[in-house]
């Protein structure tokens, strides 16, 4: 489909890709990677064999947040090479698209990047304390579905408190929901900005319970 005149192409090609990956893909990428990097420590038994390194378990937590946080920026950032590449593909095949006479807005495309990582976060920082503690990665990739099922509900419902709902903060940051009682500080939304306490507060309470209590079985 050409574009209207005035319409940037890129901003088309990205909206769909947004809204698209924001609905359900990053979410369960999220909780995947999250259950996945910890499962292989539970199913070889491996956690005794790091405790008994001259490591500290803090630092064995901080270690393993850090390579999700990696996983999660390369999964941003692919998403938007693929994009872009996938852009200037389909500028060579239909010239009429006009994805190469015209350059895609990267200074917004980057605020929006940020913006989605940092709605992500709450989620990364539960799922990765529910995936040490629960040895079965099924777990909490059910109750993940569970929680996309009742955030579909909500949205569904028009519930206006959805900013405090963990599951749903990547999909309104993508797409605006007007009912939702947002509120714009600088750049970011509201609902990105508790995100983030929402890290800081779990990951705390995590980082507290696996020095303290965790023990390898």
């Keep these: 489909m050409i574009p ?18 924001s609905f359900m893909l990053t979410l369960f990428f999220t909780v995947l990677i999250a259950s996945l990097l910890l499962n292989i420590e539970h199913k070889n038994n491996t956690w005794k064999v790091l405790f008994t390194l001259p490591v500290s378990k803090g630092r064995i937590y901080l270690d393993k947040l850090c390579v999700l946080l990696m996983f999660l920026s390369a999964y941003y950032v692919l998403f938007v090479m693929f ?29 929006l990047l940020i913006r989605s990582f940092l709605s992500s976060l709450a989620v990364l920082a539960i799922h990765f304390w529910l995936s040490f503690r629960v040895r079965n ?47 714009q500080y600088g750049p970011f939304l509201k609902h990105e900005l508790i995100s983030v306490v929402y890290f800081v507060v779990v990951s705390f309470a995590s980082f507290w319970d696996f020095t303290r209590w965790y ?3």
């Design 4 to 21: 209207p005149k005035g319409i940037n192409p890129w901003d088309l090609l990205f909206q769909g890709a947004w809204k698209a990956n």
């Design 137 to 183: 990665m099924i777990i909490p990739i059910g109750l993940a579905c569970i929680l996309f099922v009742v955030f579909f509900s909500l949205l569904q419902s028009r519930w206006e408190w959805v900013i405090y709902f963990p599951y749903s903060f990547n999909y309104i940051s993508i797409v605006k929901v007007d009912f939702a009682k947002d509120v």
């Design 83 to 111: 994009t872009l590449g996938a852009g200037l593909i389909l500028g060579l095949i239909w010239p009429q698209l006009k994805f190469l006479q015209l350059a895609p807005d990267l200074p917004h495309l980057g605020l």
């Design 215 to 217: 023990k390898a079985k």
